[in-house]
């Protein structure tokens, strides 16, 4: 099974500021089955990004994902007020089970 | 638009039984295999169970397999869950999700149905 570990727990900017966030896996994986998801309190997970650097249908550009290997990253270039949030990676692709991680808490600072 | 909306979720005793519906709109249903995630309070989602577009294959995470069923009406573009000999740590919000996940993520998701496993 691959565990996926998220830093930092929690990451605490400003409106305005860069937030870097990181999805590390416990083996490695194709780029193409890493996703990036964003969550709102009372809110069901919105997908951000696929295949490690896609992003979905209607995604600002203000959010990238980048990383191969092991190694993931998403990265939001400009923090807007409706970007703090919880956010997750999650594998997907080969086999069971589709693991998420635990997730980064994204507030204000 | 994409919409899915479940129900069937509440209270239950340990060790009893609920079934969860989904149904789909927006969409066509039968091109599209789906699947069912739950989320514990505080906690990251897990995958559960997924289902083929046809029915004809489906899935399920180690912590529930033997316990939980998933099968869909595609008549009724109704996805749904069997929850048996509920335990505890089911406690959860359980969310229906469009996509495959042996090659994509899931793109569309319910607003989720909370189940509580309590006596």
């Known amino acids: 099974e691959i565990v996926l570990t998220q830093s930092p727990g929690t990451l605490s900017l400003s409106p305005g500021e860069r937030a870097t966030l990181s999805c590390r896996a416990s083996q490695s994986i194709s780029s193409i089955s890493l996703a990036w998801y964003q969550q709102k309190p009372g809110q069901a997970p919105r997908l951000l990004i696929y295949?490690?650097?896609t992003r979905a249908t209607g995604i600002p550009d203000r959010f990238s994902g980048s990383g191969s290997g092991t190694d993931f990253t998403l990265t939001i270039s400009r923090l807007e007020p409706e970007d703090f949030a919880v956010y997750y990676c999650?594998?997907?692709?080969?086999?069971?089970?589709?693991?998420f991680g635990p997730g980064t808490k994204v507030d204000i600072k | 638009e994409v919409q899915l909306l479940e129900s069937g979720g509440g209270l239950v005793q340990p060790g009893g039984s609920l079934r969860l519906s989904c149904v789909a709109s927006?969409?066509?249903?039968?091109?599209?295999?789906l699947s069912w995630v739950r989320q514990a309070p505080g906690k990251g989602p897990e995958w559960v169970s997924g289902i083929s577009e046809a029915g004809g294959s489906t899935y399920y995470a180690d912590s529930v397999e033997g316990r939980f069923t998933i099968s869909r009406d595609n008549s009724e573009n109704t996805v749904f869950l069997q929850l048996n000999s509920l335990r505890a740590e089911d406690t959860a919000i359980y969310y229906c999700?469009?996509?495959?996940?042996?090659?994509?993520?899931?793109?569309?998701w319910g607003q989720g149905t909370p189940v509580t496993v309590s006596s």
């Open positions: 999700a469009r996509g495959n996940p042996f090659w994509s993520p899931f793109d569309y």
């Open positions: 999650q594998h997907y692709g080969s086999s069971p089970p589709f693991t």
């Open positions: 295949g490690a650097s």
């Open positions: 927006g969409f066509t249903f039968t091109t599209y295999a």
